[in-house]
């Protein structure tokens, strides 16, 4: 049965809109090998429209290696988009999703073959509130924002962890792997 790990950038203070964050070649070459240990990754609208920026990158390089090989990692990657609005992808990799979220991932699960990886707050949270994570990685950046998108602001129930190991960067960056522990979850 696959995996289903949900990955995610966030500051000190909870903030994980896309457009903060130390973002260096290690934290790219840490998502390339993520991206090219799973079969499919599943997006929001709004995390997929700007996901479309490494696209450019295949038709004109950048002169950074790491992202290169990140728009490369994640190109090949199949791509399901759940949106009602978004009509084409714009991605020979990605399609618009026909069912809903938790039919989908339980579907996938039950298939053969690599990770099924979570990219988007509002599927994560989806998830978490459905209790179909079975990995989660967070990926805390040293800083603090201020102000943005707060990850875990509707979390219906309580959700106990296991932390099984962490990486850190040389930016500082540390990425925190946990697991869902047996124990129940419990309504508040």
């Not at 240990?37 to 996901?51: C, S």
């Not at 924002?145 to 930016?171: A, H, P, V």
Request: proline share 2%.
């Amino acid at each position: 049965m696959r995996k289903v790990i949900a990955a995610i950038n966030m500051t000190l203070d909870g903030v994980c809109d896309h457009t903060v964050g130390i973002v260096d070649e290690n934290l790219h070459y840490h998502y390339s090998d993520l991206v090219n240990n799973a079969e499919v990754m599943l997006y929001g609208k709004t995390t997929y429209q700007l996901m479309q920026f490494w696209q450019t990158l295949l038709t004109n390089p950048s002169d950074q290696k790491s992202m290169n090989d990140f728009a490369f990692a994640i190109n090949k990657l199949e791509k399901i988009v759940f949106s009602n609005t978004i009509k084409d992808t714009g991605w020979d990799t990605a399609k618009i999703a026909n069912r809903p979220l938790e039919e989908t991932v339980l579907e996938l699960k039950k298939q053969s073959g690599k990770d099924i990886l979570i990219g988007s707050r509002s599927l994560i949270i989806q998830l978490l509130n459905s209790n179909l994570i079975d990995e989660f990685q967070i990926c805390i950046h040293p800083m603090i924002e201020g102000k943005g998108l707060r990850l875990f602001d509707q979390i219906k129930n309580r959700i106990i962890f296991k932390l099984i190991k962490t990486k850190t960067l040389n930016s500082g960056v540390t990425i925190m792997y946990y697991e869902p522990t047996s124990e129940e979850t419990t309504n508040r």
